[in-house]
């Protein structure tokens, strides 16, 4: 069974610098990854995509996630935040028909 | 313009009233589904649909029902509300195939009195 560890449940960090949101995954077989961002009051929207092609994923809003299948991690990194990353981030492994979602990661963005 | 929508956005309601959470999407998408996030909690899968009379039921246990006579609808009903319900329902929709992203709608928060 597919699963997924969000390693941080709240990470804040100053505008203008890097951010860092960790994720990694249990899958018996090559999965398909996804980070989604859900802002207040809002629906979750993709931010990116792994299905086994590139192991560097370019995503929206300057976001970016690197698949690495010998630590088992898809960690999404952005290098410079800003005030409207605020936001919380799910990371998802897909088991072929369902998605199985992360706890979440919340960042906090400091002006 | 190809979307997902929900209504009603916010629901407030009382003990034992039969609810119908609406879910409709204009992308021609096969698959949809239903998930149930509680506050600061990941979400759960609860119902999801893979076309027209076509309905399973997801992870996680849920009182609520869910019927596909349309491919672009996809409704969910509470027959008798609890304040065990309150929590916010996500809807979603992908197209056929596997691995396919999935669209989500921006969601249904309900609260029962």
């Known amino acids: 069974a597919q699963s997924v560890t969000q390693l941080d449940s709240h990470v804040s960090v100053s505008e203008g610098t890097p951010v860092l949101l960790r994720c990694n995954y249990s899958s018996s077989y090559s999965p398909s990854l996804f980070w989604y961002v859900q802002h207040p009051n809002k629906g979750l929207q993709l931010l990116l995509k792994y299905t086994s092609a590139a192991t560097l994923v370019k995503g929206i809003n300057g976001f970016e996630a690197e698949f690495k299948k010998s630590e088992t991690s898809f960690h999404l990194t952005k290098p410079s935040a800003h005030m409207s990353d605020a936001a919380e981030y799910f990371c998802v492994v897909s088991d072929g028909n369902k998605l199985v979602f992360g706890a979440g990661t919340i960042l906090r963005v400091k002006s | 313009e190809a979307d997902i929508y929900q209504t009603p956005r916010y629901l407030v309601i009382g003990t034992g009233k039969k609810i119908t959470l609406e879910c409709s999407q204009t992308m021609g998408h096969d698959k949809m589904y239903w998930y149930q996030q509680d506050p600061g909690m990941e979400l759960h899968l609860i119902h999801y649909?893979?076309?027209?009379?076509?309905?399973e039921k997801g992870d996680l246990s849920s009182e609520s029902t869910v019927s596909r006579i349309r491919t672009e609808h996809f409704p969910l009903t509470l027959e008798s509300a609890r304040p065990s319900h309150t929590s916010q329902y996500l809807c979603?929709?992908?197209?056929?195939?596997?691995?396919?992203?999935?669209?989500f709608g921006p969601g249904t928060r309900l609260l029962v009195l």
């Open positions: 649909s893979y076309g027209v009379n076509s309905t």
């Open positions: 979603a929709s992908s197209d056929h195939g596997t691995q396919e992203t999935q669209y």
